[in-house]
């Protein structure tokens, strides 16, 4: 099992190295050079809506930076050296942690963005709409491409780049499909065999380490997860883990190991190719809405919901499934829009 978690890692890091040499390049935002800021694993971010965005230690909960900020946030990655934070949604922002100040902003000037993806390498924001999905530069905020070819009356969701960083998909809640398209805006594929898809803060779709496949989750309280192939969008495989909605789904870093959650309080961490369990979260009375690994497969971070509570994070132990601490200092907090952990520079 460890000899194959290794090898699945090896393949992503080629994978990711081959796609930023390809037009997604490993470099610093303004010309920096990669000189990591933290070790893969170390910090990650989360960010609420209208009110601000913070780091933190992931061993710890100790908060290292925050920034308070009237936008409203809908998704934040870190840049391949972890220095700086590039956040997306209707404003868009480069944050540079060391300096602490902004040296990028700029207006989407698109109408109902729900969610936004950065790209693996850091230097494109991905913002689709109810009328177009558009590409920015992360560097000059300038709008680098739009896709026109949109049918849809709610906001397109769950956008995420493959790990190469060549490809993206998002999903459509008014026709229940995923699409992928390459960075050009090109079609590339429909998957057309689905259940319902979430139109809510919810992560119901993931490409695997090597991008080759995509999880995704019903969201018609059929608790069926699907894998595919993300060429050719045949559905590969059929899992049966919950009897409720499902809120999210993420592959391991290794790619061999999967989590998903689920309207029910229950989470669960497993191997795809087995099927079988490795261990259950006792989520309480709430939701994991957000689920994902840290590099080194130990830990997960999850973005938790309650009714009745705060949004907070809990970090959990993959092996055990024992929570390790949450963060639960967020009462100024209407909601937590997403949470990402820093993974490392692509390819090393």
Same mark, same amino acid.
């Given at each position: 099992m460890k000899r194959v978690k290794v090898i699945g890692l090896v393949l992503f890091l080629m994978v990711v190295l081959i796609g930023c040499g390809n037009g997604d390049d490993v470099v610093?935002?303004?010309?920096?050079?990669?000189?990591?800021?933290?070790?893969?694993?170390?910090?990650?971010?989360?960010? /609420?809506? #209208?009110?601000?965005?913070? @780091? =933190? !230690?992931? +061993?710890?909960? %100790?908060?290292?930076? *925050?920034?308070?900020?009237?936008?409203?946030?809908?998704?934040?990655?870190?840049?391949?050296?972890?220095?700086?934070?590039? /956040?997306? #949604?209707?404003?868009?922002? @480069? =944050? !540079?942690? +060391?300096?602490? %100040?902004?040296?990028? *902003?700029?207006?989407?000037?698109?109408?109902?963005?729900?969610?936004?993806?950065?790209?693996?390498?850091?230097?494109?924001?991905?913002?689709?709409?109810?009328?177009?999905?558009?590409?920015?530069?992360?560097?000059?905020?300038?709008?680098?491409?739009?896709?026109?070819?949109?049918?849809?009356?709610?906001?397109?969701?769950?956008?995420?780049?493959?790990?190469?960083?060549?490809?993206?998909?998002?999903?459509?809640?008014?026709?229940?499909?995923?699409?992928?398209?390459?960075?050009?805006?090109?079609?590339?594929?429909?998957?057309?065999?689905?259940?319902?898809?979430?139109?809510?803060?919810?992560?119901?779709?993931?490409?695997?380490?090597?991008?080759?496949?995509?999880?995704?989750?019903?969201?018609?309280?059929?608790?069926?997860?699907?894998?595919?192939?993300?060429?050719?969008g045949e559905v590969l495989r059929k899992f049966d883990y919950h009897s409720e909605v499902l809120r999210a789904v993420e592959f391991s870093p290794c790619g061999e190991v999967a989590a998903s959650s689920c309207r029910d309080s229950l989470a669960k961490v497993w191997e795809i190719e087995s099927k079988e369990t490795i261990s259950s979260f006792d989520i309480g009375q709430g939701e994991l809405l957000e689920m994902e690994f840290t590099p080194c497969q130990e830990k997960i971070v999850s973005l938790y919901s309650g009714s009745e509570d705060p949004d907070r994070i809990k970090v959990w132990e993959v092996e055990t499934g024992n929570l390790l601490y949450e963060i639960d200092d967020f009462e100024r907090y209407a909601e937590i829009h997403g949470i990402s952990v820093y993974q490392g520079v692509p390819g090393e």
């Open positions: 610093g935002l303004n010309g920096d050079d990669i000189d990591p800021m933290f070790e893969p694993g170390e910090v990650a971010v989360s960010d /609420g809506p #209208g009110v601000g965005t913070i @780091v =933190w !230690d992931i +061993e710890t909960g %100790e908060v290292l930076y *925050e920034r308070e900020t009237h936008i409203s946030r809908t998704g934040t990655e870190f840049s391949p050296c972890g220095s700086k934070i590039i /956040g997306g #949604g209707s404003e868009m922002e @480069v =944050w !540079d942690l +060391e300096k602490d %100040e902004i040296i990028m *902003e700029s207006s989407a000037d698109e109408i109902r963005i729900r969610y936004s993806a950065v790209s693996p390498c850091g230097n494109i924001i991905l913002t689709p709409s109810n009328e177009r999905i558009s590409m920015w530069d992360s560097e000059t905020g300038e709008k680098i491409r739009a896709i026109e070819d949109v049918t849809t009356t709610q906001p397109l969701g769950d956008p995420e780049f493959s790990p190469s960083g060549d490809r993206f998909m998002v999903s459509n809640v008014d026709f229940d499909r995923i699409t992928v398209w390459d960075r050009t805006g090109e079609k590339l594929v429909e998957f057309e065999e689905h259940g319902a898809l979430a139109d809510t803060r919810t992560n119901t779709v993931a490409f695997s380490p090597c991008g080759e496949k995509i999880m995704s989750a019903d969201y018609d309280g059929s608790g069926k997860i699907r894998l595919w192939d993300s060429e050719t």
